[in-house]
């Protein structure tokens, strides 16, 4: 515990000074101090805190109370083997995205961005997240929360000279804040129940008929963080939006809180043996539901990071899927089931913040070497950006759930949760676990054609613009930041038994499995535990015979001519870069099928002449849920907040008359009441 401490200050520290910074002339100096302070900052806390959440006895909870001025609450922290994982991803990618920050924003002219400004909130937002997962008392969670939620919104508006970027950030900020004003409702019910506001207090309530509303409040609240459906709006405006170092840190971190907050929330929510079995299955397909619809808006985009936004929607639902096996397994008194489902949930969590973390920083490299990350407009960089498209390539391999990379792996428990589900008695059970099954089939098949296609438009063919013709290759500096997650993908897949058995002791301490259900637990673990040892061991010999095939061809073409040609040189002669699979070639067939959930709108303009002029065919994808829900929603908020102005007529005595009728009026209340 004193080591996060030392993070924690660490990260205050170089917060204050960066803050500091922020507050002086813009010139060349400030503006290379603040990047080299922030990143270095950020770095240094990073490590500091990892070394807090490896070392030490694993499967401790440890507890550390601080002096609190505040009235109400306490300066609670606490690690248990649930806070060390979700750990992982918040100081871990931290220092990743702070390393490739720092490094694309070394050639900021000075006056145009306040850097100083800008890691500073970014120190606040680590520091913000960590204090979350630590947090054991209701005032200093909320607090923390807050500190969080409000960072990203001065991170997202970094291009605010953009008009869609100052929106995205808005959207942002009112999602966030809709989300905590339900989470303050939550722990002010808790609170009310429980007569105290730290977690220790609050898990020792017994379950009652307040117990539902708790917890849909809870999901709600939290799975605005988490972008699940359809609470994800902020999503895809908010990541295209913000600096893609950010972008991976909000993917790859910051969302995994709204999961921490709804797992954590089974604390207060009584014994794990009188939970009910239609929580589980709310989630499973709330998860469901998001994960299929968010890969399918995905595979929809043109946008690089917008697509990857909404792929993180979708692996938001798989992890939400995971937690409700897990307590479909409380609920069946069926200790395998739901070992293996929070041990999926957790093992994904791990999984996705390395990947999507990895990918975010490929988009941001291709916005630095072509100046955008519209598909339509790239093409060929694979030759142009060789290293980066070999990087890509592995992150949407591992994310498209390929052996012997992590994604599989982490997937793999899920599925072997959800084939148990036969055990369970009752056929509807049965055959709602067996729906969801397919259900994770069918979103692991789209989330390859989802990545079949980004890397086919943006590395493969030809050159679609001038833009993508020209595009420099990034300096192996700038890569070496990428090359981090790259290798977490690879080695958690080889190593995935190993990595697997820290996981599950975090998924038994988070379902409290009974004694006599241990046995049971145990076994689904080893189960678990022995197939992945079979892929892990398939996976590296795969990989050392694709090597030693590649040095076998290396030596037989030494001494050889190679030749290069175009791909369909011997069917067609005149090809251009307009002949190539366009976002629509690879959108239309699937929205054949899956048009309506896609929200996909065809544009064909042709000309039905025997000698036809230009023609053209594109997609478009927009998110129903914004414009036909949340927008007039907050549009007509809009128009009766205008109206109330009519109160606001800046007169005194009639501001008086409003707080002398208010008192008579619940005066009266309190009368009859």
């Not at 004193?2 to 100096?29: M, Q, S």
């Not at 959440?53 to 690690?79: E, M, Q």
């Not at 919104?153 to 959207?171: C, E, K, M, Q, Y």
């Amino acid at each position: 515990m004193n080591c996060l401490l030392v993070a924690f200050l660490l990260l205050a520290l170089f917060a204050a000074a960066t803050g500091g910074i922020a507050l002086l002339p813009l010139t060349e100096r400030t503006t290379r101090l603040a990047n080299c302070i922030g990143p270095c900052g950020a770095v240094l806390g990073c490590l500091v805190g990892l070394c807090a959440v490896i070392t030490g006895t694993w499967h401790a909870s440890l507890t550390l109370t601080l002096p609190w001025g505040l009235p109400i609450g306490s300066c609670t922290l606490g690690l248990d083997p649930l806070t060390r994982l979700f750990l992982f991803p918040v100081f871990g990618l931290g220092a990743i995205c702070a390393l490739a920050g720092g490094i694309s924003l070394r050639h900021t002219e000075a006056g145009t961005h306040n850097l100083g400004a800008h890691w500073f909130f970014y120190l606040l937002l680590i520091l913000g997240m960590a204090a979350v997962m630590t947090a054991r008392d209701t005032v200093l969670f909320l607090i923390a929360w807050e500190l969080m939620s409000l960072a990203p919104f001065f991170l997202i508006d970094f291009n605010d000279g953009d008009s869609l970027v100052r929106d995205a950030s808005w959207v942002y900020l009112v999602a966030a804040h809709l989300g905590a004003v339900l989470l303050i409702a939550f722990f002010a019910l808790l609170w009310q129940l429980g007569g105290d506001t730290s977690f220790a207090g609050l898990a020792q309530l017994p379950a009652g008929s307040w117990t539902p509303a708790l917890f849909i409040l809870a999901v709600l609240g939290f799975g605005a963080k988490a972008g699940l459906a359809p609470l994800h709006v902020w999503l895809p405006e908010a990541h295209p939006a913000a600096p893609s170092h950010v972008s991976a840190l909000l993917s790859g971190a910051m969302i995994n809180a709204g999961l921490y907050g709804i797992i954590r929330t089974l604390d207060f929510l009584g014994p794990r043996q009188d939970f009910s079995a239609w929580w589980g299955w709310l989630l499973l397909f709330l998860g469901l539901a998001t994960g299929i619809m968010g890969i399918l808006k995905a595979l929809a985009q043109t946008h690089l990071k917008r697509m990857l936004a909404y792929s993180s929607v979708e692996n938001m639902g798989l992890m939400l899927m995971g937690v409700g096996i897990g307590i479909i397994g409380l609920a069946s008194k069926n200790a395998w089931i739901a070992t293996l489902g929070f041990a999926g949930s957790l093992f994904h969590m791990l999984n996705h913040a390395a990947f999507k973390g990895l990918l975010f920083l490929c988009a941001g490299e291709i916005l630095h070497a072509v100046g955008t990350v519209r598909m339509d407009q790239l093409g060929g960089l694979q030759k142009r950006l060789p290293l980066v498209g070999i990087l890509f390539a592995l992150g949407a391999a591992a994310i498209a759930c390929l052996p012997p990379l992590n994604g599989f792996a982490g997937e793999l428990v899920l599925f072997l949760a959800l084939v148990k589900g036969t055990a369970l008695s009752g056929v509807e059970n049965q055959l709602g676990l067996f729906t969801a099954l397919t259900g994770l089939a069918l979103i692991s098949g789209l989330a390859a054609a989802t990545y079949s296609k980004a890397y086919g438009m943006t590395f493969l063919g030809e050159p679609r613009t001038g833009f993508a013709a020209s595009a420099i290759s990034p300096s192996w500096n700038a890569l070496l930041p990428l090359c981090i997650p790259a290798l977490v993908c690879i080695a958690v897949g080889l190593a995935a038994p190993a990595c697997f058995s820290g996981v599950a002791t975090a998924a038994l301490h988070v379902a409290q499995v009974p004694l006599a259900l241990l046995e049971e637990a145990e076994n689904g673990i080893s189960s678990a535990t022995g197939i992945l040892d079979t892929t892990s061991l398939l996976g590296f010999s795969g990989i050392v015979l694709t090597l030693l095939f590649l040095a076998l061809r290396r030596r037989l073409l030494k001494n050889r001519s190679v030749r290069e040609s175009s791909t369909w040189g011997c069917g067609y002669q005149f090809g251009t870069p307009r002949i190539q699979y366009t976002d629509a070639s690879f959108s239309e067939p699937i929205g054949k099928l899956f048009g309506s959930a896609m929200g996909l709108k065809i544009h064909t303009q042709r000309d039905d002449s025997y000698f036809p002029d230009h023609g053209t065919f594109a997609i478009s994808a927009p998110d129903r849920l914004r414009t036909g829900l949340f927008t007039p929603l907050f549009e007509g908020i809009e128009r009766l907040c205008n109206a109330l102005k009519i109160v606001q007529h800046g007169r005194i005595h009639l501001y008086i008359l409003y707080i002398l009728a208010t008192v008579v009026i619940l005066l009266v209340w309190g009368l009859h009441a």
